[in-house]
């Protein structure tokens, strides 16, 4: 089944620790995506790719990284930097930048 | 810059009732228009899109019709039920990404 994998489900943080969300997808997309989801504030951008190797800072990209050194993976690290980092994170992939985005399952972040 | 506006939640409703949830977008160009439906603990689903003005998007019996001369993209179903209890998000394409609304959450009760 072609899809968008996410794991892990729940990811725990302790202080001063950087931690990595991983996505995959097998629907072979050039572009993929990580947002933020909070309650009442909808989806926010941290980044995006078009294309392997490529990436670029969406609207909250302060104190995350990611990297794209393959077209199937997109992995996000959230560093010791973003100081809340409690949240819902999403990825997605679609064909073109504008076109239909397929969502993965999420993972919830929690600050311990 | 591309904006999307939805209405506030919660809309409570009972079942079998007739749902719309507004949508309206300020946007450069011709972007394409879509809906996504996000359950509990769970990622966005596409419900339905358009690609034009006066295009219906339809599936599971929801409909929205992109109307260019009021910009807008209104969701409507003619009879909920239960479990399309979920999130409903309004989303238009733009150079980059697809910009979203705040999402407005539905509750169906028996």
């Known amino acids: 089944d072609g899809g968008i994998t996410q794991s892990p489900k729940y990811l725990f943080r302790k202080e001063g620790q950087n931690v990595t969300l991983s996505c995959e997808q097998n629907?072979?997309?050039?572009?993929m995506y990580w947002y933020r989801q909070d309650p009442g504030q909808g989806l926010r951008l941290i980044y995006y790719?078009?294309?392997?190797?490529?990436?670029q800072k969406g609207d909250i990209a302060e104190g995350y990284s990611v990297s794209r050194e393959k077209k199937e993976s997109f992995p996000l690290t959230v560093t010791s930097a973003q100081k809340n980092p409690t949240a819902f994170y999403l990825c997605?992939?679609?064909?073109?930048?504008?076109?239909?985005?397929?969502f993965g399952p999420g993972t919830r972040l929690l600050v311990l | 810059g591309n904006s999307v506006t939805q209405m506030e939640g919660p809309v409570t409703l009972s079942e079998e009732a007739f749902l719309t949830i507004n949508c309206t977008y300020t946007a450069t160009g011709y972007p394409s228009l879509f809906w996504y439906v996000q359950y509990p603990g769970e990622g966005l689903q596409l419900l339905l899109k358009a690609t034009k003005a006066d295009d219906k998007g339809s599936n599971k019996g929801f409909e929205a019709t992109y109307r260019k001369e009021t910009t807008s993209f209104h969701l409507e179903k003619g009879s909920v039920q239960v479990s399309d209890s979920a999130v409903y998000f309004c989303a238009l394409s733009g150079y980059s990404t697809l910009t979203f609304g705040k999402g407005t959450m539905l509750l169906v009760s028996p």
């Open positions: 629907l072979n997309h050039d572009a």
């Open positions: 997605a992939s679609s064909t073109t930048e504008q076109e239909t985005q397929y």
């Open positions: 790719s078009q294309i392997v190797n490529d990436f």
